[in-house]
Every structure is written in structure tokens, then in C-alpha cells.
């Protein structure tokens, strides 16, 4: 199993970013996936769900609105799109195999992460 994220950049409050996680040895549609990111200095927090087979999502009350998960089943990649974006939203992000609203990296396959930085 592998996951390697991409995407990740400075961006001025309000702007928009895509973060993708090309993932092999396993199919992300297959398998419920997690977002999760880490702010410095903080603990790790989900930010969005997305389920197997169905595909059903949720997100974090933080991020409702703004952010959108998606797949791309033939390109094997998980995505996510974030909009509006604010200085509480940096952080590492990272995808992780699995549901995790109480993230641990203990459980599921992680990986390298993606710097995401919102200033102006």
C-alpha cells in the first residue's frame, strides 16, 4: 500500500487549492478514505470521509461548505478540493486509508503529506 499526496502550496486567504493522493497497491474505491491534516503545534484532526463503493462523504463542521472529496476511480487518486480558504486551514494534509474521525497514526495506511499554507 502506498499513498502519495500532491497539491499543497502557499495561497492567500480565500483562494483555492486541489490536494490529490494517487494511491497503489490497493483501489480507493474499494476502501473508505480519510482526510486529516495537522496544524502546527496541534494534534492530528479528520477532515473529510468518503465511503467505499457508494462514495457517501462527510466533513468536519470546520470545513463544511468550503472543501468537496472526491475519487477518480480509473486514475486509482483521491482528491480534495478546498475553497475559500482561511489562515486555520494550514496545516499537513494527509490521506489515510480508512474512516479516522478520531485520527491515529497507529490505524491505516498514511502518507508523506502536503504542506498547505494560508497567508497573505
Known amino acids: 500500500v502506498q499513498l502519495v499526496e500532491s497539491g499543497g502550496a502557499l495561497v492567500q486567504p480565500g483562494g483555492s487549492l486541489r490536494l490529490s493522493c494517487a494511491a497503489s497497491?490497493?483501489?480507493?474505491?474499494?476502501?473508505?478514505m480519510t482526510w486529516v491534516r495537522q496544524a502546527p503545534g496541534k494534534g492530528l484532526e479528520w477532515v473529510s470521509v468518503?465511503?467505499?463503493?457508494?462514495?457517501?462523504?462527510d466533513y468536519a463542521d470546520s470545513v463544511k461548505g468550503r472543501f468537496a472529496i472526491s475519487r477518480d476511480n480509473a486514475k486509482n487518486t483521491l482528491y480534495l478540493q478546498m475553497n475559500n480558504l482561511k489562515p486555520e486551514d494550514t496545516g499537513v494534509y494527509y490521506c489515510v486509508t480508512g474512516i479516522q474521525r478520531s485520527p491515529s497514526r497507529n490505524r491505516g495506511s498514511w502518507g508523506q503529506g502536503t504542506q498547505v499554507t494560508v497567508s497573505s
Open positions: 468518503i465511503s467505499r463503493f457508494a462514495g457517501i462523504t
Open positions: 497497491g490497493f483501489t480507493v474505491s474499494g476502501n473508505p
